[in-house]
């Protein structure tokens, strides 16, 4: 009789908590500033979240990734654009990434609207602005060879406008 009674209190906790985080993780959505400082950049969809709560029992972590993913649909990552972008890294770390260094020098005047701003300790990333110039994504660019920076500008930073 009480292990039944325990069961179902440990049963109740459970259902509980799981509400708790499908409510608290349905209603609120955090900056890309946020998103990064919890560690979650990138473009993530909620689906990754679900597949990522199926091995990560962590429900404080399965919360974060959802408030910081991007609603699934029909090729929806394809068809943002963005207005332009910042790649951003350290200046003393840049010998490490050859690629980055290549791109930089010989690639970044190709795309007016991407500027590069060096920042001390930053890992290199793609810091991609809104209209407003405001940040939208951040994208960690650690492993990006020359050319998947190449084609990720050319399909997701917009053609320079008349006003650069």
Not at 35 to 54: H, I, K, P, Q, W
Request: one cysteine or more; aromatic letters at 10%.
């Amino acid at each position: 009789m009480l292990r039944n009674i325990l069961y179902y209190f440990v049963l109740l906790i459970v259902v509980i908590s799981s509400a708790a985080v499908i409510v608290s993780s349905s209603g609120e959505q955090l900056s890309s500033k946020q998103c990064e400082d919890l560690g979650f950049t990138g473009l993530a969809l909620c689906s990754d979240c679900n597949t990522f709560s199926e091995y990560v029992k962590d429900k404080e972590l399965i919360s974060d990734c959802l408030k910081c993913c991007t609603e699934d649909s029909d090729d929806s990552i394809s068809k943002i654009t963005y207005s332009g972008a910042i790649v951003e890294v350290c200046m003393r770390k840049l010998v490490f990434y050859p690629e980055i260094v290549g791109f930089i020098e010989e690639e970044k005047d190709k795309f007016p609207t991407v500027k590069v701003q060096y920042l001390f300790n930053s890992p290199p990333k793609l810091i991609m602005l809104d209209d407003e110039g405001q940040h939208k994504e951040t994208i960690r660019i650690d492993n990006w060879k020359r050319e998947h920076m190449l084609q990720f500008l050319r399909e997701k930073v917009k053609p320079n406008s008349a006003s650069s």
